[in-house]
């Protein structure tokens, strides 16, 4: 049974919240791990994600997340989680294939260096081949931070082509960081990717570690903090799934940039010129958006504090509007002009309401209602202040537009979302389900979750061949992922809630059409992604595709559309199979509301606990 306290309310609108659970209450299951609220075994028919988050035990110690991440989400439906704990034990002990994942993580944690600067340097393509990358690089626009100066690149590239043997290890390891993320734009685009281009990747990026490892970038210096953020970059790239080495490599970037002053305003310090004092802030905003993102993804608080900073945000200049010789900046452009900065200033309109929101919920403290109301508000007026090229449009009125600036729209859109169900998500639950005052929050938190599973729907139709985003389909990454994944387990655990809480409302069909939809997707992303793979698995259950006999027409049907993939697993064809999958689901869906059916009692009667 859920515990309430009494809370001394100032505005009234919360007068209850659940008590915490029980501190070091986690159990260890026998495959070494597995996660543990006290809810899952006080009350299992009652869904309630613990206000610590979860914790995983696992044989190299454990792994925590937030409450608002995905994996904790699901982990609360606790109704599933004896289905899926014991079927992935069972899948462990009888598979002669299974491999416990293991990812070497970025380079820079672990790589040892021996090369010497004249066999990096031979390393280096022919410059016609580097002209290339270094084109596709800035025209490419919104990918990689713009934390560097165009003209004063070009010109420093000059200078290296002259007498690369007194170039500086930083600056070396700049070219190799946009030669590498200039290389994955073109191994993306390629359709297949080429062995070699895949090679070259490889090369670029360990060259990029040996220069940044030989050039001492501990200590600073020219170049190293743009290097490492391209180089996050990049890494951010080469990761299908949240990856913690990720989220410690920034940790070094954010040190580094915090012990050389970043994080103060250049105007308090003279001796910096107006040039050098603007690519500063443009290289400390760079940081705080990866800081915001990383930390999310992986569930954890973020490592910078906003009143630790009094750093203004960069102006909407283009590189040419300003250089070295400039002895004050010019007024900003204005924000119907698209510069390389636009984009990042877009999302600090964002960001600045959602680094609050994400304080507030890494916050050990109480919050009460109307504080959550207010960064409610302020997020709607952010979302409204948008510059305009930047602001969502349907698709259907969207077609003079590049798809790069859509693409964009559309992870602004997904960014608000994501914080409306980090500001809500403490609603949704049952000790808060029939009281009137939180309906606010409990439908604002849901329908961020349908809107997510709707833009990722039209991600994933306009992204093949003859869709509107195909040509930037490559810019899709794990940070994307993670936001989709977060809506499928609010659903979920919504699903969970309406079952043990009657009386609150259910768009049933809107929900399990969006539900089904994306199952096709995760299982089509599943052959390369270990986070899609926990996707299908939670899906099948939710969904009823444990219960259905191999020899069935759908199972048929679902064999015919799965194809092989390089890696030897399989992969969803969702134009082959989806049309199969809603048929059988159109009649499987039907189950849930009917009484005594062998769907609805094998669903919830047993616990939901993610394995990731």
């Known amino acids: 049974m859920h515990q309430q306290q009494q809370s001394n309310s100032k505005d009234g609108a919360s007068s209850t919240s659940p008590m915490p659970p029980e501190h070091g209450n986690m159990r260890q299951h026998s495959h ?91 390393s280096i393509p022919a410059r016609a081949v580097v002209d290339r990358m270094v084109a596709r690089y800035f025209n490419t626009q919104g990918v990689a931070p713009a934390v560097l100066s165009s003209g004063q690149f070009l010109r420093e590239y000059e200078n290296f082509w002259q007498d690369p043997g007194t170039t500086s290890f930083g600056w070396i390891g700049l070219l190799f960081s946009i030669m590498c993320l200039s290389t994955q734009y073109q191994q993306f685009s390629e359709d297949p990717a080429g062995p070699e281009t895949s090679m070259r990747v490889h090369m670029f990026r360990e060259r990029t570690v040996h220069c940044l490892v030989l050039g001492h970038f501990t200590k600073g210096g020219p170049h190293i903090l743009e290097t490492l953020i391209i180089h996050c970059t990049s890494e951010v790239f080469m990761y299908k799934d949240a990856e913690i080495g990720l989220w410690l490599l920034l940790g070094m970037l954010v040190q580094l940039a915090l012990s050389l002053g970043y994080h103060r305003d250049p105007q308090n310090f003279s001796h910096i010129s107006p040039f050098a004092s603007e690519m500063r802030r443009r290289v400390w905003a760079a940081i705080v958006q990866m800081d915001l993102r990383l930390s999310s993804q992986m569930g954890l608080p973020r490592l910078l504090k906003s009143q630790q900073s009094d750093t203004s945000e960069p102006r909407n200049l283009l590189d040419s509007d300003f250089d070295e010789t400039s002895v004050e900046l ?10 390389p900065v636009l984009y ?192 299908v698995e939670h899906l099948s259950l939710v969904l009823g595709l444990r219960h259905r006999q191999v020899d069935t027409p759908l199972a048929n049907k679902e064999e015919a559309a799965l194809s092989s993939t390089p890696n030897g697993k399989s992969a969803w064809d969702a134009h082959q199979g989806i049309a199969g999958f809603s048929r059988m689901f159109d009649t499987d869906l039907m189950a849930w509301d009917t009484p005594g059916s062998s769907l609805s009692e094998n669903m919830f009667s047993t616990d939901w606990l993610l394995d990731s």
């Open 32 to 122: 070494g791990s597995n996660y543990v609220n006290s809810e899952d075994v006080a009350t299992p028919a009652s869904p309630m994600p613990s206000e610590h988050g979860s914790l995983r035990l696992h044989s190299h110690g454990s792994n925590y997340v937030s409450s608002v991440h995905w994996a904790a989400i699901l982990n609360s439906i606790s109704e599933l989680n004896d289905v899926y704990e014991t079927e992935r034990e069972v899948a462990m002990l009888t598979s002669s294939e299974y491999v416990p994942h293991c990812s070497p993580g970025p380079r820079l944690l672990y790589e040892p260096v021996q090369a010497t600067k004249d066999e990096i340097l031979s």
């Open 330 to 339: 010019p007024p900003p452009r204005p924000e119907t002009e698209v510069t």
């Open 344 to 535: 990042g200033l877009a999302k600090i309109r964002i960001d600045s309401i959602g680094s609050l929101i994400t304080d507030l919920v890494a916050d050990t403290r109480e919050h009460q209602l109307l504080e959550i109301m207010h960064l409610d508000e302020k997020l709607h007026e952010a979302e409204a202040s948008l510059p305009p090229i930047f602001r969502w449009q349907p698709l259907s009125q969207s077609l003079m537009i590049s798809p790069q600036i859509v693409l964009h729209r559309l992870a602004l859109q997904l960014s608000v979302q994501r914080l409306a169900i980090s500001l809500h998500r403490r609603y949704l639950s049952v000790p808060y389900a029939t009281e009137e005052r939180y309906d606010h929050s409990r439908n604002a938190c849901v329908r961020a979750a349908i809107k997510i599973l709707e833009f990722q729907q039209s991600v994933h139709e306009e992204t093949q061949p003859d869709g509107l985003l195909y040509p930037v389909r490559w810019l899709l990454s794990s940070l994307m992922q993670s936001t989709f994944l977060l809506g499928m387990s609010v659903l979920c655990y919504y699903v969970q809630l309406v079952k043990s809480t009657r009386n609150v409302p259910l768009d049933h069909d809107k929900i399990f059409d969006l539900l089904r939809n994306t199952y096709p997707i995760w299982l089509r992303l599943s052959a390369v992604s270990h986070d899609a793979q926990k996707a």
